[in-house]
């Protein structure tokens, strides 16, 4: 009986120590997945491009202005060409407009050298609009870019709405990316998204490079098992990387936590992509 009372005491104190270190710990701090995509085909004005991609803020849940001044510091370090948000800049919370007026200063001072670029994710309201524009970010929501260096070479970057709340056929509203790909190559293209799951839905061969967000990566992630809270949207494509045929498909983890104020084995970070031959 001592011998059960001992492992059930032990037991408990390992559980405890989990839930609160996936609560108080595992949400704390950003890192910086760097990434190397190759493309043979790069032409050299866009050798070493780098994108930064940010995701899932959340703000309002275990995100505030401390640590989005901190993700703003860490993604300056980076002297990033592009960088793209795909989405859920907000959350289940109401931020009122004072602490707006507080959020928008900050994101502005991201600094790219090229753009800043974003779409709308799932949670993402009126509030997102005006936000995302007075910090600089063009909202490229079903529809696309055609971005330069120093040449007439481009590569293109399109965006797609969340999918979750707007019935409007995901074909449809890619239609004038699709038109222009279909006369016109560029060197390079992208497409942002929010929820991965809907990749299926898409001609998405049309495509170098697709970014997504939304999975947070699971979330709670176990060794073997990998995330285990899944999203509408976001069930059958949940973790960081996947290949499909010639495309590449990577999915940020995010930045917040979205119902659950919980991290564990997954700490919110962004992505640094580097496109290189």
Known sequence: MKHIIKFFSILLVIIISII?????IGIKGINVNETSIKYNELLDDFYGLKIVHISDIHYGRTIHIK??????????????????FTGDLFTDIK??????????????????????????????????????????????????????????????????????????????????????????KPNYSILIMHEPDFI???DYSKYNLVLAGHSLNGQIRLPFIGGIIKQNGAK??????????NTKLIISNGIGTYKYSYRLFNKPSFNLYRIIK
């Open 200 to 202: 299926d839905n898409i």
């Open 67 to 84: 640590e989005l001044k901190e993700l703003v510091h860490k993604i300056n370090l980076t002297k990033p060409d592009i960088v793209v």
């Open 95 to 184: 931020i009122d407009a004072s602490e707006l007026d507080k959020i928008t200063p900050v994101l502005n001072e991201i600094d790219a050298s090229i753009g800043k670029y974003a779409i709308k994710g799932d949670n993402d309201n009126e509030q997102f609009d005006t936000v995302i524009s007075n910090a600089g970010f063009k909202d490229i929501s079903n529809s696309y870019e055609l971005i330069y260096t120093n040449s007439s070479n481009y590569i293109m970057l399109s965006g797609i709405s969340s999918n979750l709340k707007d019935k409007t056929d995901i074909n449809e509203k890619l239609k004038s990316s699709y038109e222009f790909l279909n006369t016109n």
């Open 20 to 24: 609160l270190y996936s609560r108080y």
């Open 236 to 245: 059958k494509y949940i973790d960081s990387n996947y290949t499909l045929k």
